[in-house]
């Protein structure tokens, strides 16, 4: 890594830059809007490889696991701080009946995943044991209910389970089955992409249906604790959003969910890794698609609750590309490369820059399933380029927004023209500065000037991830190839802040 980091800063000497010197304003002076820490949630959907032999391996498994969920793993996600993390789906959350994975295991029914492959579903891994991971990590349980093929009662039920202290049917059901206390699990989906594989509802329809559910999904802690998250819309689909804000009490929800992957085209995704400038162009397109969409869902929410009570949720993000050759299709395996950084990069700068209306958000998916942070093989683990982002960028989990303006040179392509930079700032709890920035220009070097304003401030330090090709990866062969190193590109003067990028890089400096 060392190596490839001195070439490129070699490199970087000799790089064309572009004509024109990026332009910035920080201003650091009193902020008050927060960064909510769970705009870094995941997702975990049964679906390939990412519950069994992802997270998952049993406690008879040879490879190291508490409660059959592997170490490793576990010790990644918690340096990562996920703070809050999405299960069981997905698709696969509206076919599933969560009394199905409760109770002895050899007495657990055995179902077919209908939407990821066809194939069986044992249900060893059910309620308890994603709660007690949930625990393990530290980390807030966000349970997506079944409403496409479920029942009212079904819901209400598994949330009397998880959350009531008293006695009742559920909770008595609960401490047969080995736990005492409740997890008092907060965050609730009603139903996934009812649009969609959720029930291919009309909007009208689901939003009567969504007061219904709501109506009966009672908070059992009797605190006022229950966000319950209503099934959003697919990107642009900005009526889906109108309709329910229009038609669904303030009193019933707390967050409504979108879903946007950077897709080049639905019919031919193209390669993970063996892609072009141009299709890498075209994602980057798609990715920063997402600022216009929180800006137009933001906007009809404004119309309806200009309080900002209820919380955009982005709960599906990240690219999707063809599976690795060789790999089952229905299980959305694909490798991860420096494009992915430059995705997470920049979406996490939009969030944060719209984070007084994005207060959740889940990247696609946790292990081995799309854009994932960690992908496993046997006994192996390796951590992606996205999961090094989402490492660097976690000094942005609860800290105050900084508002930055920025003028930025193009990345263009053919006719086409993207912003080659994308930043955002932040301020925490003990008062340091940090900003993050993504070069996603391909072949140029962007030198930027950010005016400080509000602040003095002594020196700077950083941490940069990039690599020599936006192709390359970390493989189960070179699972280090990619990692963050020490960044020198930053230098403090007066209150001016000079930052020189290499092409497709992610930087993240703290300033005191």
């Known amino acids: 890594m060392k ?3 001195t070439g490129i800063i070699a490199l970087m000497g000799t790089l064309p830059y572009a004509d024109a010197q990026n332009t910035a304003t920080l201003q650091a002076g009193s902020p008050k809007q927060v960064i909510s820490k769970h705009i870094y949630g995941h997702f975990a959907e049964h679906l390939g ?7 998952y391996v049993g406690d008879t498994s040879k490879i190291a696991n508490t409660a059959g969920v592997r170490n490793d793993v576990v010790a990644a996600l918690k340096k990562l701080q996920i703070p809050n993390l999405r299960w069981p789906g997905g698709c696969f959350a509206d076919t599933y ?5 409760i109770g002895p295991r050899a007495q657990r029914p055995k179902i077919v995943n209908v939407w990821w492959g066809g194939v069986t579903e044992d249900n060893s891994f059910g309620t308890h044991d994603f709660l007690n991971l949930c625990e393990l990590l530290g980390t807030e349980p966000y349970v997506s209910g079944n409403v496409g093929s479920g029942q009212v009662q079904e819901l209400a039920d598994w949330v009397q389970y998880t959350n009531f202290p008293g006695e009742s049917p559920m909770s008595k059901l609960r401490r047969e089955n080995g ?3 409740p997890w008092n699990v907060k965050y609730w989906g009603v139903g996934n992409e009812a649009w969609g594989c959720g029930g291919n509802m009309r909007p009208e329809y689901y939003a009567d249906i969504y007061r219904k559910y709501a109506t009966f999904m009672a908070d059992w802690t009797n605190t006022g604790n229950m966000f319950r998250i209503a099934s959003g819309a697919n990107s642009n689909d900005y009526n889906w959003t109108e309709v329910l804000m229009k038609n669904v009490p303030k009193s019933l929800i707390e967050g409504i969910a979108l879903h946007h992957y950077s897709v080049i085209d639905w019919n031919k995704k193209g390669p993970s890794t063996a892609f072009n400038e141009q299709q890498y162009f075209t994602t980057m397109q798609r990715a920063l698609a997402m600022d216009t969409l929180i800006a137009k869902h933001a906007a009809i929410m404004d119309k309806y609750d200009p309080e900002k009570k209820i919380a955009l949720v982005v709960d599906e993000w990240g690219g999707w590309y063809e599976v690795e050759p060789g790999s089952n299709p229905g299980f959305l395996y694909q490798q991860n490369t420096m494009r992915d950084a430059m995705l997470a990069g920049a979406t996490l700068n939009i969030f944060h820059n719209h984070s007084d209306r994005v207060r959740m958000a889940n990247i696609a998916q946790v292990v081995n399933v799309l854009q994932a942070v960690i992908l496993t093989q046997g006994d192996k683990m390796l951590l992606t380029p996205t999961y090094h982002v989402m490492e660097m960028y976690k000094v942005h989990q609860d800290a105050k927004w900084l508002p930055l303006t920025i003028k930025t040179n193009d990345y263009k392509v053919g006719n086409e ?8 700032a932040s301020k925490d709890s003990l008062g ?3 900003i993050s920035l993504t070069n996603i220009h391909a072949t140029q070097a962007q030198d930027i000037s950010i005016d400080l304003q509000g602040a003095q401030f002594k020196n700077v330090s950083g941490r940069i991830l990039a690599s020599a090709k936006l192709q390359d990866y970390n493989s189960f062969e070179q699972p280090n190839k990619i990692q963050p190193a020490a960044f020198k590109g930053a230098t403090i003067k007066g209150n001016t802040l000079n930052v020189k990028m290499p092409p497709f890089s992610v930087v993240v400096l703290q300033l005191n």
């Open 3 to 5: 190596k490839i980091l």
């Open 49 to 55: 490889r990412l519950i069994y032999g992802g997270l």
């Open 97 to 101: 009946h969560w009394k199905d994975g």
């Open 179 to 181: 736990r005492d206390k």
């Open 417 to 424: 023209t993207l912003p080659a930079l994308s930043v955002s």
């Open 432 to 434: 340091r500065t940090h």
